[in-house]
Each structure stands twice: as structure tokens, then as C-alpha cells.
């Protein structure tokens, strides 16, 4: 059999090389320089649907998800046991933890019944006070009235009733100023 040679520019024999870069005239193949030209890391052959690079860096948030998602498949290779595993997690961590915060919750709810009944109570006492108050004061002003001023049964009645009246200190004593004057 005769060697022919291939009548490019100095490549190697067509025969040697046929099949594996291309080089036949009017056919898609692409030489051996598109290949090398196009090898890298983001593709980049025409017509292709490979990503450029300018893809990669936009899904660069997907990407990072994408390698967590395959580290943990490496890390669980059998998606059965990465559940069994996130369910042991489970009763080990967070079951105490959310028997815990319920256990807070009702605590938190019995302190506020409670303080709600302690706030009650002390509504009740300010007003008991203010009115033991009132009546002191009362009981002071009536008597000074009593002692400084020469006052008949009736007159000391009217004192009495008019005291019984007052709700505030305040209008407590400006009835015993009023009375003193006159």
C-alpha cells in the first residue's frame, strides 16, 4: 500500500490523524487549534449551550448552594441516612429544647395571671389609702376646728356632714379653710 500524505500545512499524516480533530474540507469538525483554543474551564464552544464565564460569576450564590448541596451528598451518600441522622439531631437537641421553651411559655403565662391579680389588688389598696387618707385628714381638721373655736352640738353636726363629703385632700383642706374664716 502506497503512504500518501495529507497536503496541509505541515500537520501530521491525514491518515494518522483522520477521525480525531476534524480537518475534513466541508464538514463541521473543528481542527485541533479550536480545541485547544476552547479548552478551559467555562466551555465555550460555539453552538453549544455551555455556560461562559460571565454565567458562572452572575450564579455565584447558586453555585456556592449547589457545592453545599454536594458536599453534604458526599458527606451522606444515602439520602436515607442523612434523615436518620437530622431526625437523631432532632430528638438529641431540639426536643429538650422546645419541652423547654413550652415550659417557659407556661411560666411566663402563669407570672402573668399572677401579676395581672397583684396589680389588681394594688388598685384596691391605693384607693383604700387615699380614702383612709381623706378621712384623717378629716378627722384632723374637724378637731382643730373643735378645739380652737367655741362651736355648739348643731354646729359641730354641720362640720361633720360637710367633711363627710370631701373625696381628696385637697378639698379637705380648703373646707377647713373655709370654715376657719368664717
Not at 23 to 52: F, I, L, P, T, V
Not at 67 to 88: D, Q, W
Not at 149 to 161: C, W, Y
Request: aromatic letters at 8%; a positive charge; charged letters at 35%.
Amino acid at each position: 500500500m502506497v503512504e500518501t500524505k495529507a497536503m496541509s500545512l505541515g500537520h501530521r499524516d491525514y491518515e494518522a490523524n483522520e477521525g480525531k480533530y476534524g480537518g475534513n474540507k466541508g464538514d463541521e469538525s473543528k481542527s485541533h487549534r479550536d480545541y485547544e483554543a476552547n479548552e478551559g474551564k467555562y466551555g465555550g464552544n460555539k453552538g453549544d449551550e455551555s455556560k461562559s464565564h460571565r454565567d458562572y460569576e452572575a450564579n455565584e450564590g447558586e453555585t456556592s448552594e449547589t457545592a453545599r448541596t454536594n458536599a453534604s451528598l458526599r458527606k451522606y451518600p444515602n439520602a436515607k441516612s442523612a434523615s436518620e441522622e437530622v431526625r437523631t439531631y432532632a430528638k438529641d437537641r431540639l426536643r429538650p429544647a422546645v419541652r423547654e421553651n413550652k415550659e417557659l411559655k407556661t411560666e411566663v403565662q402563669q407570672l402573668r395571671e399572677k401579676n395581672e391579680e397583684y396589680r389588681k389588688a394594688l388598685n384596691v389598696f391605693k384607693t383604700k389609702l387615699n380614702e383612709v387618707a381623706v378621712f384623717n385628714s378629716n378627722l384632723a381638721y374637724a378637731t382643730r376646728l373643735f378645739t380652737e373655736h367655741s362651736t355648739t352640738k348643731q354646729e359641730k353636726i354641720n362640720v361633720l356632714r360637710r367633711f363627710d363629703s370631701v373625696e381628696t385632700l385637697k378639698e379637705s383642706k380648703s373646707l377647713y379653710k373655709t370654715i376657719k374664716k368664717t
